[in-house]
């Protein structure tokens, strides 16, 4: 006789063995390990999972934009330094930033200007 078995130890017939089914009403038993869930307790599940994954996707977009500030930080210490190293006083670096601005400029009065869709 097998410890802890009800039917003396035997092996279960293999048409017995992990057979579960859908039950009437809100429960369910799974194939495969036996455990019986409800509906409330799966319900409860699938909004932690949704919880979480929206946690997730928040802790991602605080790092991207992390990172981005920490570019920016960047970009902004390299012009710095060029400003004090005389880099943007040669006549060259001066008139493409000029046409730079004059191209910001104009871009940014045409998206003012555009009718409402």
């Known amino acids: 006789m097998g410890i802890g078995r009800a039917d003396g130890g035997q092996p279960h017939d293999n048409q017995d063995r992990g057979q579960r089914h859908r039950e009437a009403g809100n429960r ?6 036996g455990v019986d869930t409800s509906f409330e307790v799966r319900k ?3 909004e932690l999972a ?3 994954l929206h946690r ?9 934009a992390d990172q981005s500030r920490a570019d920016r ?3 902004l210490g390299r012009a710095r ?3 004090v190293s005389g880099f943007y006083d040669s006549d060259d670096v001066k008139g493409k930033i000029t046409e730079r601005l004059a191209d910001e ?3 940014s009065a045409d998206n003012d200007t555009e009718p409402a869709k």
């Open 44 to 46: 409860c599940l699938a």
């Open 28 to 33: 369910y038993v799974s194939r495969e390990d």
């Open 50 to 52: 949704d919880r979480a």
């Open 81 to 83: 330094r060029r400003l």
């Open 105 to 107: 400029i104009e871009r």
């Open 73 to 75: 930080d960047v970009r």
């Open 56 to 64: 997730i996707n928040e802790i991602e977009d605080l790092a991207a």
